[in-house]
């Protein structure tokens, strides 16, 4: 079981995504970034006055397209994939032959509208077998919760199913709000979204393991107060051809359609 040992285990710095969540049934990529970045330890609640993260230090001259994938001529970067029970039944060798990097598995999910938790049908098929195919694997779990307490219980059922798994990538909050104005997440504050984040992560930092914050660039923007995710990792979805996100992030997930061999497309 990876415990929270980042600068052993796992660099430090930005995370490029060529696929990003696959919630929705498409294929995201995923680039990681491998240059120093942000601290390692999350800034309490109680410490709200603090200034949003550093800036994004990117520009458009940077990236680049080589063999499929978008490459960063800026800071060595990493291509992974991320995925979950939408893409089926995953051939992980032939993933792993692709010359994708690494992937980020699906975990579980809080329904929207009663608030159920479930397991991802194909978390544990996904989780063996990109192991056994020799890549570094990290997980996420796509939230629905309406507090503090009820992120720290989806954090609990992650940290029951990744037990026994090495992991070498961090363990990572999916946060979108509410798909629409029935969800039951529907007109929470910012307030009470960044609350229930650092619920989640101080959860699972507190049995060992490294945490990643997951949403869209508008969400993040207009939904959190940054200033208190400070020394947060974040993974961002923004689908342009340069990242004009203004917070430094350690996931870029550009692509919602990519395609990767070894994996099913609807």
């Known amino acids: 079981m990876a415990k929270r040992q980042m600068d052993a285990r796992s660099p430090r710095g930005l995370l490029l995504g060529l696929l990003g969540l696959a919630g929705a049934g498409a294929l995201m990529i995923l680039l990681l970034f491998l240059k120093p970045g942000l601290p390692s330890s999350p800034t309490s609640t109680a410490e709200a006055t603090l200034p949003p993260p550093p800036e994004n230090p990117y520009t458009q001259a940077d990236f680049y397209t080589e063999d499929g994938f978008v490459r960063c001529s800026a800071a060595p970067a990493k291509t992974g994939i991320d995925v979950s029970s939408h893409q089926?039944?995953?051939?992980?060798?032939?993933?792993?032959?692709?010359?994708?990097?690494?992937?980020?598995?699906?975990?579980?999910?809080?329904?929207?509208?009663?608030?159920?938790?479930?397991?991802?049908?194909?978390?544990?098929?996904?989780?063996?077998?990109?192991?056994?195919a020799g890549l570094p694997v990290g997980v996420y779990f796509y939230s629905q919760?309406?507090?503090?307490?009820?992120?720290?219980e989806e954090a609990q059922l992650v940290l029951e199913n990744i037990r026994g798994y090495d992991l070498g990538l961090p363990v990572v909050f999916d946060i979108e709000g509410a798909p629409n104005r029935y969800a039951r997440t529907y007109g929470l504050s910012s307030q009470r979204y960044t609350n229930i984040i650092n619920g989640f992560c101080d959860t699972v930092e507190n049995a060992g393991y490294d945490t990643m914050v997951y949403s869209f660039s508008k969400f993040f923007v207009s939904n959190l107060d940054m200033s208190q995710l400070q020394g947060r990792d974040l993974w961002l979805a923004q689908y342009y051809d340069v990242p004009f996100f203004p917070y430094e992030f350690k996931i870029w997930q550009y692509d919602p359609k990519g395609q990767v061999a070894g994996i099913h497309y609807n």
């Not at 990097?101 to 999910?109: L, T």
């Open 145 to 152: 919760a309406v507090n503090r307490w009820e992120a720290a």
């Open 88 to 132: 089926e039944e995953i051939d992980w060798a032939a993933v792993a032959a692709s010359g994708v990097d690494y992937a980020m598995i699906r975990v579980g999910y809080r329904g929207y509208d009663q608030g159920g938790l479930h397991i991802d049908a194909y978390a544990e098929a996904n989780l063996q077998g990109a192991l056994d």
